[in-house]
């Protein structure tokens, strides 16, 4: 179907899901007998004590909290409306793909139902987790993805890359998608597009340099003989400088630089252990 042959976007039927799924958001967050959940606690933490990388999960959270924190306050019903605003966001995009795919305004409300009746998208619109946030990501790496099969306009591979690395920043997961998105190119006659899909890419990695190198401090310091330095004593992994403020330390720093060297040489050519243990 040609792009300028979609079906119109039914804006009633949008505009009502829209205000359905908040409503509900903020009517779970009101009404609630209990209060914050303990996970959303550890987000909270983080934001007070801000070291981006050196934390066990990505930064997003932890700097959202600290937005918070400064704006609206750790209330209740404050910090549970942002997880309802990216639910919200995938009732926007569930319409949006069933435009996409020739819906017309009674696919685009069955669309958006779905998702508004989902349990499971729900309860994760309703805590403070990166959960939502990492649904959100995926959701907008699909939209890309199907917008350029059906434009073939190469400007999407930017919108994925773009998607795909404010996911990395929420939930190291997403990864996932990005391997199955690299392997259906390769698999297909869709490979013409990996010229433009390296490009892609530069626009999601930053961040994965530093992450090896987290990757490596935590498995450095399970092992024998390993301590934490100071903040000053800087040592280079085989994947970059380390950022964080507390590095690893085997014996001297040639040994340090070796071991550090093998963690990231393991880690790269292990991409399922580093992908389950940052999920």
Do not use: N
Request: with cysteine; net charge positive.
């Amino acid at each position: 179907m040609p792009s300028d042959s979609r079906p119109a976007i039914a804006v009633r039927v949008l505009a009502a899901a829209l205000v359905l799924d908040l409503a509900l958001h903020v009517i779970t967050a009101v009404i609630t007998p209990y209060g914050f959940q303990r996970d959303e606690f550890l987000y909270f933490a983080m934001g007070a004590h801000l070291h981006l990388w050196s934390m066990d999960f990505p930064p997003a959270m932890a700097i959202l909290s600290q937005l918070m924190r400064a704006t609206t306050g750790l209330g209740l019903v404050p910090v549970r409306i942002l997880p309802g605003i990216a639910s919200a966001g995938l009732v926007v995009f569930a319409v949006l793909f069933a435009r996409e795919l020739g819906g017309r305004a009674y696919a685009q409300a069955l669309a958006a139902l779905s998702i508004i009746a989902s349990p499971a998208l729900l309860r994760s619109g309703t805590l403070f987790q990166p959960v939502v946030f990492d649904q959100l990501a995926w959701t907008l790496v699909l939209f890309a993805l199907v917008r350029l099969a059906r434009t073939g306009d190469g400007r999407w591979w930017l919108a994925l890359g773009a998607a795909a690395g404010v996911g990395l920043l929420v939930k190291f997961s997403i990864a996932i998608i990005g391997a199955g998105v690299l392997v259906a190119v390769l698999a297909t006659p869709e490979r013409r597009w990996l010229g433009r899909l390296s490009k892609a890419s530069l626009t999601s990695t930053p961040v994965i340099p530093t992450s090896r190198c987290i990757a490596c401090r935590r498995r450095l310091t399970r092992l024998p003989g390993v301590s934490r330095v100071p903040s000053t004593s800087r040592h280079t992994c085989a994947s970059g400088p380390c950022v964080s403020r507390k590095r690893c330390r085997v014996g001297s720093p040639r040994r340090t630089r070796l071991f550090c060297g093998a963690c990231s040489t393991w880690t790269r050519s292990s991409p399922i252990s580093r992908v389950s243990m940052w999920a």
